[in-house]
């Protein structure tokens, strides 16, 4: 694939080519086994420092894509290459539409039930080609997982898309990997809400500017305290470049 992995803050982070975006999609999807798609922001970078799930999950992720602006301007500070960053939604809408091109299948698994079948058929709609082969709501009980499991084994779509509900997020795949033997996950959080017409999408001009963490300060308040992990994330930045060599 045409995909250059770098190192932030021993956090690996992918560089893909919007050119490059669909032979990438297509050599995963033609490998074998189970595969992992992660988003990365800025807070998951900083988790992913740690030893816990998350960073299992990033580490053996096939593609880990950056979405914060801090990221880039992060690896430009390091003298490292400079991935790309992309909108999660853009980047999800791109992916399904060549899952599309190619006849693939996927699987939805998220949101409540008005939720869920808002965004099926607006998905159906846009992208009548992409064969949908199931669906399953999220908040569910723990009991009915193994059910869920099986129908996604049994129905071996493209993709998994998990998405607000699933209760382990990005770490949702970490403890089933072998229960699986094809597919590519990915966890979006406010995809159905947003594909349900639930929630807005960010403003583009808000996002190449990076302050798509304003309007979720102006519904939180309690957000305006992420500029403590932030200033320490420039702090860790400038001590990597002073003293790693």
């Not at 039930?113 to 569910?140: D, I, Q, W």
């Not at 998994?160 to 970490?174: H, Q, R, T």
């Not at 304003?214 to 305290?225: A, D």
Request: proline content about 4%; hydrophobic content about 40%; charged content about 25%.
């Amino acid at each position: 694939m045409a995909v250059q992995r770098i190192e932030i803050l021993g956090v690996p982070v992918d560089i893909v080519q919007p050119q490059e975006l669909e032979e990438v999609i297509n050599s995963l999807n033609e490998e074998t086994g189970v595969k992992q798609i992660v988003f990365l922001s800025i807070w998951d970078l900083l988790k992913a420092r740690r030893k816990n799930e998350f960073a299992k999950t990033v580490r053996n992720a096939n593609l880990v894509i950056p979405i914060s602006k801090s990221i880039i301007s992060g690896a430009r500070f390091l003298k490292k290459s400079i991935p790309v960053r992309y909108n999660p939604f853009n980047f999800t809408i791109n992916l399904l539409s060549i899952l599309e091109n190619g006849y693939k299948s996927f699987y939805l698994l998220g949101g409540r039930k008005k939720t869920l079948s808002a965004a099926e058929k607006h998905v159906r709609m846009t992208f009548p080609n992409l064969k949908m082969v199931g669906r399953y709501v999220g908040y569910y009980p723990k009991t009915v997982e193994s059910d869920i499991i099986q129908a996604i084994y049994k129905a071996s779509p493209t993709l998994v898309l998990l998405s607000e509900g699933v209760k382990e997020k990005d770490c949702w795949l970490n403890n089933k990997r072998d229960l699986f033997t094809t597919s590519t996950f990915l966890y979006y959080r406010d995809l159905l809400g947003i594909l349900s017409e639930r929630k807005n999408r960010i403003n583009e001009r808000t996002f190449e500017k990076g302050l798509e963490i304003v309007p979720e300060i102006i519904k939180n308040p309690l957000k305006l305290f992420l500029i403590f992990p932030f200033l320490w994330y420039n702090i860790l930045l400038v001590c990597k470049r002073l003293f790693n060599k």
